[in-house]
């Protein structure tokens, strides 16, 4: 089999007659391995092509560990910020209503907001005395 530019059989080429689909490295299964005449089916009989491969030594154990635990269950606390601008904007009423429907988180924000700003009103109220 000469190449196009006649230089001879190419050097990668398989020697005739052998497999050109063959691997160049060596078999496992030479005499220099000491595995090579292990029984590939230790149970025994014929392979089966439908067994599943055989168990991994260094896999960690498995259990139901995902099956029988309690499913998660996130309960949302609320939000500070929305709680704070509601009763900082809408005063008392804001702070009525966030305290009635909202979670905790946003009852904090709310009682923060409406001190915030109360004391911001008392602070221009009595800057406003002075002043007038």
């Known amino acids: 089999m000469n190449e196009p530019n006649n230089q001879g059989p190419s050097p990668y080429a398989p020697p005739p007659g052998?497999?050109?689909?063959?691997?160049?490295?060596?078999?496992?299964?030479?005499?220099?391995?000491?595995?090579?005449?292990?029984?590939?089916?230790?149970?025994?009989?014929?392979?089966?092509?439908?067994?599943?491969?055989?168990?991994?030594?260094?896999?960690?154990?498995?259990?139901?560990?995902?099956?029988?635990?309690?499913?998660?269950?996130?309960?949302?606390?609320?939000?500070?910020?929305?709680?704070?601008?509601?009763?900082?904007?809408f005063a008392l009423l804001g702070l009525i209503i966030v305290w009635i429907r909202g979670k905790p988180e946003s009852k904090r924000g709310a009682a923060w907001g409406f001190g915030i700003r109360f004391g911001l009103g008392l602070l221009v109220g009595l800057a406003g005395a002075l002043a007038g």
């Open 18 to 89: 052998a497999n050109p689909y063959a691997s160049p490295y060596a078999n496992p299964t030479d005499a220099g391995n000491p595995y090579a005449n292990a029984n590939p089916n230790p149970s025994g009989g014929a392979d089966n092509p439908f067994a599943s491969p055989p168990a991994n030594p260094y896999a960690p154990p498995v259990d139901n560990a995902y099956t029988d635990a309690e499913p998660l269950s996130f309960e949302d606390p609320g939000n500070f910020w929305l709680g704070f601008l509601a009763a900082f904007f």
